[in-house]
Antibody
């Protein structure tokens, strides 16, 4: 059974930093592309970033490019999102999502999410 | 960026009725279109991938169709647990984008 468990969310001041983690189990983590998707309170879904299985390919939404960095540690079966220069509009629940094998960026399975609140 | 427009924004139906949800893309996404269901307080769940393929464990009452720019999600006979928000999503081009959602509510 695929399990994705996000952590690292919390309250942070504007301009601050936070690192989210997503611990994966139930599948061969290194074989699958992974993504981060967020949802602001009461709003729809917004894709944030994606990374290939080996970690060599990354993509970002324009809204986070230059501020967020996606990475993965395949030895620890963990996906990360380093978030710097945080803004109020980054407040959202952040979900990690598992893709399909190779550079296949479907969103097949979702974690339960972690809430990030950017406020002074 | 590919814009996905879902219609209607809200759909009010009764259990047992047929639901038809639409998603239109601003340019062709081939068949790289998925549908996700989200219930209040829960994470989204993949229903349909690549326009017409049901994800693992998804009941047969859910079906998807379309290609290019026009797609449809059909729920043949609504069950009480189907009332939720539905999002279409494309992965044809970066960035991955979602539609704004269709809220399916009980009439």
């Amino acid at each position: 059974e695929v399990q994705l468990l996000e952590s690292g969310g919390g309250l942070v001041q504007p301009g601050g930093s936070l690192r989210l983690s997503c611990a994966a189990s139930g599948f061969t983590f290194s074989s699958y592309a992974m993504s981060w998707v967020r949802q602001a309170p009461g709003k729809g879904l917004e894709w944030v970033s994606a990374i290939s299985g080996g970690g060599g390919g990354t993509n970002y939404a324009d809204s986070v490019k230059g501020r967020f960095t996606i990475s993965r540690d395949n030895s620890k079966n963990t996906l990360y999102l380093q978030m710097n220069s945080l803004r109020a509009e980054d407040t959202a629940v952040y979900y990690c999502a598992k893709g399909c094998v190779g550079r296949c960026y479907r969103l097949d399975d979702w974690g339960q999410g972690t809430l990030v609140t950017v406020s002074s | 960026e590919i814009v996905l427009t879902q219609s209607p924004a809200t759909l009010s139906l009764s259990p047992g009725e047929r639901a038809t949800l639409s998603c239109r893309a601003s340019q062709s996404v081939s068949s790289y279109l998925a549908w996700h269901q989200q219930k209040p307080g829960q994470a989204p769940r993949l229903l349909i991938y690549d326009a017409s393929n049901r994800a693992t464990g998804i009941p047969a009452r859910f079906s998807g169709s379309g290609s290019g720019t026009d797609f449809t999600l059909t729920i043949s006979s609504l069950e009480p647990e189907d009332f939720a928000v539905y999002y279409c999503q494309q992965r044809s081009n970066w960035p991955i984008t979602f539609g704004q959602g269709t809220r399916l509510e009980i009439e």
